[in-house]
């Protein structure tokens, strides 16, 4: 599993996935009409371009597209819900840098005699290796 922060650039990497998807949907699948009385709904023809520029556009049944959208919608609020989420948890949001610093101090302790400990143990080991050796060798053979 990933750490808190991966996660959390995931999660703002897959939000910013969702925004565009969503808007690629609605200009995609929108229906051409005037939203007032003194809106005009373009159509733009390049002269280079024989296609109209409507033939971009996949107008679907109003019921569907507005179904879509709320579904959209939703997908958003919960990706953003769960980013929030993940902030919430992030280590030290809590705690003042004095205290951070206090908590790393303290860390570094215990890893100095964890470290110390290690040492002694690998010259342990070092002092059991020779005595062995030392039988072996004092073994005669048969």
């Not at 991966?6 to 939203?35: G, K």
């Not at 007032?36 to 569907?64: M, Y």
């Amino acid at each position: 599993m990933a750490d808190r922060l991966t996660q959390l650039q995931d999660a703002v990497d897959q939000l910013a996935n969702q925004f565009i998807a969503s808007i690629y949907y609605v200009n995609r699948h929108h229906n051409l009409q005037a939203v007032s009385a003194t809106d005009t709904v373009r159509n733009d023809k390049k002269a280079d371009d024989p296609t109209p520029a409507d033939q971009d556009v996949d107008a679907l049944p109003l019921d569907q597209f507005k179904a879509q959208q709320r579904e959209l919608a939703q997908d958003l609020i919960l990706k953003e819900q769960q980013i929030e989420f993940l902030i919430s948890i992030l280590p030290g949001l809590e705690n003042s840098e004095k205290d951070q610093e206090e908590t790393i101090k303290q860390l570094e302790r215990e890893l100095q005699v964890a470290e110390a400990e290690r040492k002694q143990a690998l010259k342990e080991k070092e002092e059991v290796l020779a005595r062995l050796e030392g039988v072996i060798r004092s073994v005669k053979r048969p």
